[in-house]
């Protein structure tokens, strides 16, 4: 590497270069006492991204507070890998409710060869889900709508202060969305990792806070309009988060498609005197009756909420070939060998290392 390149530049490029790695959460690039230019890469799933500002900071988010909760609940608590969920080499997810798409950059650092087609209707919300796609160079294709029972328009209440809470309004229910937010704070203060009391300080904030929506007007979808317009020939999972409008996307779903569909993860809510009540009963005879294997989970932080996880799994599908995409750990060797297939050689770190937490560099810190 030579030294008298500009330093400051070329660590700027080698760390938006390494975002793009899959499963590369952050890098930081810099000298050490020694003069030679360091790479640090910090995976995604610990706990030191969650903690650090600058590697969510970088995220094209609506804010940070659900950014955090987001990425602990998908990367690192993987609660759509439950019930018996896998993903395999090349597998075609669907990612219904994809947000600023967490899930789909957890797809992509699990399993790169997987093809990911997200959907988010939130106008604003899909925005950030585009820069993200961009910037980390992801092949998931973003769509503007939301999938339901039918193509129509529906009035959706968008919260800017915590857009995952965001619902078509004949299904909002904002006093149960306040006690989740509220267990959830209670249950990380005595189980949760050390260091977070800001951040749960200002998820506790949210709870209080008297809410101001956005109303506008979102377009939904049949899923079997999109799996005939896109050709997919077998959807290996199927990922719905879609604010109790969950049995309203497997409505969109005909006959002819089901044999298509191998796994399904989603978060189902039945909330007593609500519209979504008796919906797990609804939504688990629907799978039944499709020829699934279907589990249903409650966390204990959420008993009461009217909030279940439930899992659907085509009987058979382990025998499915295709080797499960591993827990990927990610190896400073092949993050080098991917690197020097990108950038000059005179632009090449001198080392690369893998971190639990990036450390501040001595000198020349770029990033």
């Excluded at 690039?29 to 995976?43: C, I, K, T, Y």
């Excluded at 092949?139 to 029972?149: K, M, V, Y």
């Excluded at 309004?169 to 509220?182: G, P, R």
Aim: glycine fraction near 8%; include cysteine.
């Amino acid at each position: 590497m030579s030294t008298s390149d500009d330093s400051s530049g070329v660590a700027t490029e080698i760390e938006r270069t390494l975002r793009r790695y899959p499963g590369v959460a952050r890098a930081r690039v810099f000298r050490d006492a020694g003069g030679e230019l360091v790479a640090q890469v910090l995976p995604w799933g610990t706990h030191a991204v969650t903690a650090d500002q600058g590697v969510l900071a970088e995220l094209a988010a609506v804010n940070m507070a659900e950014t955090r909760f987001l990425h602990d609940e998908i990367f690192v608590d993987e609660v759509y890998l439950r019930g018996g969920i896998v993903l395999r080499e090349d597998a075609v997810v669907f990612d219904v409710g994809a947000n600023i798409g967490m899930f789909s950059l957890f797809v992509e650092a699990r399993c790169p060869s997987a093809k990911v087609y997200a959907f988010e209707p939130v106008p604003e919300v899909h925005a950030k889900l585009q820069e993200n796609i961009a910037e980390r160079g992801l092949g998931t294709r973003a769509f503007n709508f939301g999938l339901s029972d039918r193509e129509h328009d529906v009035s959706f209440y968008y919260y800017p202060d915590i857009s995952i809470m965001s619902c078509r309004h004949d299904y909002t229910n904002w006093d149960n969305e306040v006690e989740l937010i509220k267990r959830y704070v209670a249950n990380e203060r005595r189980n949760g990792p050390p260091g977070r009391a800001g951040h749960l300080a200002e998820v506790e904030g949210l709870a209080a806070k008297d809410f101001e929506f956005v109303e506008c007007r979102c377009l939904l979808r049949p899923l079997s309009a999109v799996v005939d317009e896109v050709g997919v020939r077998a959807i290996d999972l199927i990922k719905i988060d879609a604010q109790r409008a969950e049995y309203d996307v497997l409505q969109g779903i005909e006959d002819r498609h089901w044999p298509l569909i191998q796994q399904i993860s989603m978060e189902v809510h039945d909330e007593a005197g609500s519209p979504t009540e008796g919906r797990v009963e609804q939504v688990t005879a629907r799978l039944d009756d499709q020829g699934f294997r279907v589990s249903v989970e409650v966390e204990e932080m959420l008993r009461g909420t009217g909030r279940y996880a439930v899992y659907a799994v085509r009987p058979g599908y382990d025998r499915d070939p295709r080797p499960v995409a591993a827990a990927r750990s990610v190896d400073p060797g092949s993050v080098a060998g991917w690197l020097s297939g990108r950038l000059p050689a005179d632009r090449l770190p001198d080392r690369v290392v893998v971190v639990d937490e990036l450390s501040r560099p001595l000198q020349g810190h770029a990033s």
